[in-house]
């Protein structure tokens, strides 16, 4: 079945397309017959369902591997200090820290820099040292090569922590973190005691290397080219444990319907599609990408559509969500096109990711989500197929093309990186 959808209010004239709601529908349906979590044969079965659609639209494909290490906390994780035996302290792992045990004496390392540690007698001690001028991994690593006994990281504030460790490090001693109020009153008790000595534990923390993998296709001017690129990202993973219908089928379903209507199109900006792996992982799936591209590349990309949660029955009307919740290109587009524009940042939707990776490389990106009202909200392993709307996933792929063709068209003009869209 096509269903002809009016164009919403303030989408550009001429791009009223046959939108196939069927077609939509059981890409959804063959995308959530099992969970699709990160890193396993299930999501990989689903990338090459997206690539063999994208091909049989006639695209070329890329496949794109990349891995990535997540961490399961330390089963035990404390610190105990001498002389004060009622003092609990509010330690946290270091992400991808080594397991370990020490039993030493405290000894004050300023910010750990190699010149400050060369300056004391660390062998054998627990240093203590303070956040900044140098990432954490560079400071347990200077302990680790003047061998100290171990690490108590102390934060510039008492909030979370925001510096994990992006993989195991080659060398290291077992660290704690600790928020800036008791590292703070760690450092008076040296001074007033002159010594304290600790006890700090890290068991069974564990690091796993997982692979993923981005596919990539991509429709390219033929004739005039403004030297320009679109991005129309995806999820092709889903929440562990759940179908993801809605959170990750719907939107892929969205890109492969977008990509389908684009195939025989002129057009002189290239319009990238990108399904990504990974991406309930932590976007682990986009930062890969991003990483993969040079400066050149970035600068060439003016707009991403990130398409997220946008197929629910219950869901209301398509919103363009950014990273710092200001206006950008794509969210312009999207909302002349007929989705509505929230100020919310993507973590206070919680719908989080893409948006903010493509946004620190300084990409324009918008994450387009059709959110669920909280009353109607459902347990992630109800994110089944009948809660999927054809109508919901039509009108967001008449959204998304409309706003791709206002920049890819060849009978429009190119537009400024980041620059709002003339009303």
């Not at 017959?33 to 994208?54: C, G």
């Not at 994990?164 to 800036?180: G, N, Q, S, T, Y």
Request: proline share 6%.
């Amino acid at each position: 079945m096509s269903l002809h959808l009016p164009l919403p209010a303030g989408a550009a004239a001429g791009v009223q397309e046959q939108i196939d709601a069927d077609s939509l529908y059981d890409h959804v349906e063959r995308l959530s017959r099992q969970p699709r979590a990160a890193a396993t044969e299930s999501e990989f079965a689903a990338l090459v369902y997206v690539e063999e659609q994208l091909r049989m639209y006639g695209y070329e494909t890329k496949l794109q591997p990349f891995f990535y290490y997540v961490y399961s906390q330390p089963t035990q994780l404390s610190l105990r200090t001498d002389g004060w035996p009622d003092r609990m302290w509010n330690v946290t792992a270091l992400t991808h820290g080594p397991n370990g045990r020490a039993a030493a004496e405290i000894i004050d390392a300023g910010r750990g820099t190699a010149a400050e540690m060369s300056r004391i007698q660390a062998e054998g001690k627990i240093v203590l040292i303070q956040r900044g001028e140098i990432p954490l991994g560079e400071k347990v690593r200077n302990a680790a090569a003047v061998q100290a006994a171990g690490v108590i990281l102390v934060n510039d504030d008492d909030g979370a922590w925001d510096e994990p460790l992006e993989e195991p490090l080659d060398m290291a001693v077992p660290a704690v973190l600790l928020p800036r109020t008791e590292g703070e009153l760690l450092r008076q008790r040296l001074l007033e005691k002159g010594k304290v000595s600790a006890e700090l534990n890290v068991i069974g923390g564990v690091s796993t290397r997982r692979t993923s993998y981005n596919l990539i296709a991509a429709r390219k001017p033929k004739g005039a080219n403004t030297g320009q690129t679109v991005l129309v990202t995806a999820r092709h993973d889903s929440p562990p444990a759940s179908p993801g219908a809605n959170e990750g089928a719907s939107g892929a379903a969205v890109l492969l319907e977008t990509a389908r209507l684009l195939a025989s199109q002129q057009v002189d900006t290239e319009v990238r599609f990108v399904s990504l792996g990974a991406a309930y992982d932590g976007a682990r799936g986009a930062d890969a990408y991003v990483r993969s591209l040079s400066e050149a590349e970035k600068q060439q990309i003016v707009a991403a559509f990130c398409l997220n949660g946008v197929g629910s029955a219950d869901a209301g009307e398509l919103t363009a969500v950014t990273a710092d919740g200001l206006r950008n290109l794509p969210a312009d587009l999207a909302e002349q096109a007929g989705a509505v524009f929230s100020a919310a940042r993507p973590g206070e939707a919680g719908i989080g990711g893409e948006a903010t990776v493509f946004a620190r490389a300084g990409i324009p990106a918008a994450v387009l989500v059709a959110p669920v009202p909280a009353d109607r909200k459902r347990e992630l392993s109800q994110d089944t197929v009948d809660r999927i709307s054809r109508e919901q996933l039509s009108r967001t792929a008449q959204i998304v093309l409309a706003a791709v063709r206002e920049i890819a068209d060849e009978h429009t003009p190119a537009y400024p990186a980041g620059r709002p869209a003339p009303k």
